[in-house]
């Protein structure tokens, strides 16, 4: 099993619906969360850190559920240029490293 | 700030061949690592330094892949004799110790390997 599990999509949308992303990971001692995004044939960026309340940046609203292991993204008034790849990430308590999920490709049509 | 600069961007070579990537992390990060993408695999971190020391090599995938971090400023990801299936995006990216395990990690714009 991957640590972290992402449906690889592509989700296709109209401009201005509503979208979410789920994400499952392995490791019940993950303890930071994170959404990167990565456009097509560049490298990925921090979109977001997932907290275990809950939070909310604009458009883009992260939730983590610690119980079911589970890591939403939802996306409010999709853009075109909200058009990438977005990667769930994880990281176990104490160590810098990363993991992964392969990504859910969002193609955001006018 | 520059960001984390990698070289070559783009590198074709022939089965057998050494192959070097470089990397010049963001000044003042104290880690850096380095990733490889696939399609089939995703993003997968081969190696991590911490202050140029080797903390986590477990996934450089065999003994033809090693890794080097001579300096703060500078880091070299090797593959000798390089093969088909090394053919991937190599990243290299830094972050810094400041706030625990919520530091962003910065990207370089990766280095497009293919193999023949």
Known sequence: RKEVEQDPGPFNVPEGATVAFNCTYSNSASQSFFWYRQDCRKEPKLLMSVYSSGNEDGRFTAQLNRASQYISLLIRDSKLSDSATYLCVVNVAGFQKLVFGTGTRLLVSP | DAGVIQSPRHEVTEMGQEVTLRCKPISGHDYLFWYRQTMMRGLELLIYFNNNVPI??????????????????????????????DSAVYFCASSSNTGGPRNEQFFGPGTRLTVL
């Open chain 2, 56 to 85: 986590d090599d477990s996934g450089m995938p065999e003994d033809r892949f090693s890794a080097k971090m001579p300096n703060a400023s500078f880091s070299t990801l090797k593959i000798q004799p390089s093969e088909p299936r």
